[in-house]
């Protein structure tokens, strides 16, 4: 095994897990992960192409674990994101007044229906 390829296994293989692997170590700590969290972590373990495949498989069958319990809802995740989406459009001073307006009523929008 070459010196390059022996650092990434036994240095830099653990931080291409993401936020799934880092999950079960804030668990182990007493810490309850947030599976919205640990669902990014595991998506993006999917798509990282340094990710073995017999990791993939079990990054896949926990990602159907936590979709089939109810602990992660797809639903509110997108409203997450519309909301993150038009936050970010209110900030960023290349959007026209127009955008930022329609941005204010649809995170007003937002806002009702959560209450």
Not at 13 to 19: S, T
Not at 28 to 39: C, H, I, L, T, Y
Not at 52 to 62: H, I, L, V
Not at 66 to 76: F, K, M, N, Q
């Amino acid at each position: 095994m070459s010196l390059v390829r022996r650092h990434l296994t036994q240095h830099l293989r653990p931080a291409l897990y993401g936020a799934a692997r880092a999950a079960g170590t804030h668990a182990a700590k007493g810490a309850e992960a947030d599976p919205a969290d640990v669902a990014r972590g595991l998506k993006g373990a999917l798509h990282n192409a340094n990710v073995s495949p017999q990791a993939k498989r079990a990054d896949r069958a926990k990602l159907k674990e936590l979709e089939e319990s109810g602990a992660i809802d797809p639903e509110e995740a997108h409203l997450r994101n519309v909301e993150r989406g038009h936050k970010a459009n209110l900030s960023n001073p290349n959007t026209s007044k127009e955008a930022k307006k329609h941005s204010r009523e649809v995170l007003k929008d937002l806002e009702s229906k959560t209450r």
